[in-house]
């Protein structure tokens, strides 16, 4: 008799990360309760399963849910208001005293509802989020089933979030007790950046990190004058000050790092650190391109984010596995170099691993939740079609994303959300942009 379960999925291909390099023709995965219970032969599935819904996707294919490794979702509402300039100018003069003027509980949770529709919509069914007032970036990740990594921020100035270091991690710590049984919530430890933060509070994060398991997510090396500033102020590049407090390891994602010299490679490899490469973001604001050529070729495990849409302005994974690849062969040279399987990778599989949730997410594996993505490639635009892997990062978009689930939930359908009305959130949008202009 064949086993009941929730769910058939049968696309044309099927992209399942690992093992690696692998497209499978008519293929179909079965699942239940949230799970991936077994890939096979779509011929063989009748046999094996009696699915409560079955979903055919002719000339779609399926892959894991994108993982967004570095985003501020909550300044979705700030996208498009300080464009065109360098990064510190764009934080000093024009982010920084909106986030002042601005950033609440309020703010958080409906610009993260924002990002989050927009997210969903382009296939990424879990991101990795610094910013302020966590719990209502939680409650806006729920709302719409979202998985969310969740950073516990911590810099050394008031907001209004919190009054000072120790104070943002007793917030952030005390909400990771609070969720820590919900099953699409996460956390990271989240210390802003070098520039932000004091030696002590570094020290404790790294304690904290070992005592809890948690990763430890830091922009680092993103400009040159952020390295020029750690010189005359500690005497050291930056890399080299998280080393001497404790905070190069596997758990240590560092974002940017776009100013390495070989060394500080050298040294992430050996510490099997990782790099949530932001290429989009990274260009925009002029402050240049990662080395990833070389930190491959040293085995530094890399994952991809969009950063915030402040500085993107969009929160969308194709475009940067798609920036990454030709950023990668023009600042190398060698057009051979991160190829679509390796960038397919970077934004699903090593991302989960970054976060240590490779065991639940970012493959198409029995076992692991049913994170999963459908896209179209019948489109004018995406036609003929020799290779699916090398369409979804160099042809298609998120434009041609049809369907994504989250934990085996369907939550877009044929392109659009779910179950969730976007009217409201637009209104709400338009009212915090006339607050935002005032």
């Known amino acids: 008799m064949p086993e009941p379960i929730d769910l058939l999925i049968e696309p044309h291909w099927l992209i399942p990360i690992e093992p690696r390099g692998v497209v499978l023709e008519d293929h179909a995965v079965a699942v239940s309760s949230g799970r991936i219970v077994d890939v096979l032969p779509a011929r063989e599935a009748p046999n094996r399963y009696l699915p409560a819904r079955k979903v055919v996707l002719p000339k779609q294919v399926l892959i894991p849910g994108l993982i967004n490794l570095h985003t501020h979702a909550a300044m979705a509402l700030l996208r498009g208001i300080a464009d065109d300039l360098p990064l510190m100018d764009w934080l000093k003069t024009r982010i920084w005293p909106a986030e002042t003027r601005h950033v609440s509980a309020a703010f958080v949770r409906d610009g993260t509802l924002l990002a989050c529709a927009e997210m969903l919509r382009g296939g990424i069914t879990c991101f990795n989020d610094m910013y302020f007032f966590p719990e209502a970036a939680a409650e806006a990740a729920n709302c719409l089933g979202m998985r969310a990594a969740l950073g516990i921020i911590v810099i050394e100035f008031p907001t209004a979030y919190a009054s000072d270091a120790d104070d943002y991690l007793s917030k952030g710590l005390a909400l990771r007790d609070r969720l820590r049984r919900d099953p699409l919530i996460s956390f990271c430890m989240a210390p802003h950046a070098p520039y932000t933060v004091a030696d002590r ?7 904290l990190s070992a005592q809890l398991d948690l990763p430890i997510h830091v922009h680092i090396h993103e400009t040159k004058n952020e390295i020029e500033q750690s010189m005359v102020r500690h005497g050291m590049r930056p890399l080299q000050r ?73 929160l969308d994974m194709f475009q940067e596995m798609r920036h ?91 392109g659009m959300l779910s179950g969730y009305d976007t009217s409201q959130l637009l209104d709400t949008v338009n009212l915090w942009q006339n607050r935002l202009t005032a």
């Open 201 to 207: 509070t570094f020290e404790r994060i790294a304690t």
């Open 242 to 314: 998280l080393q001497r407090l404790g905070l190069l390891g596997p758990g240590l994602i560092g974002v940017h790092a776009v100013h390495l010299d070989e060394s500080e490679v050298a040294l992430m490899a050996e510490n099997g650190c990782t790099v949530a490469h932001c290429p989009t973001s990274n260009m925009k604001l002029a402050s240049g391109a990662a080395p990833t050529v070389q930190l491959d070729k040293f085995g530094v495990r890399l994952g991809l984010g969009t950063d915030g849409a402040a500085s993107n302005n969009r």
């Open 324 to 414: 990454a690849g030709l950023l990668a062969k023009v600042t190398s040279g060698d057009a051979a170099v991160l190829h679509a399987h390796a960038l397919l990778r970077m934004a699903t599989l090593n991302g989960a691993a970054a976060l240590g949730l490779e065991d639940r997410i970012g493959s198409i594996e029995s076992g692991k939740a049913a994170d999963l993505c459908a896209i179209r490639l019948d489109a004018l635009e995406a036609s003929p079609c020799f290779d699916p892997a090398s369409h979804l990062v160099y042809a298609a978009g998120r434009e041609h994303v049809s369907h994504v689930w989250v934990d085996g939930v369907l939550r877009v359908e044929n």
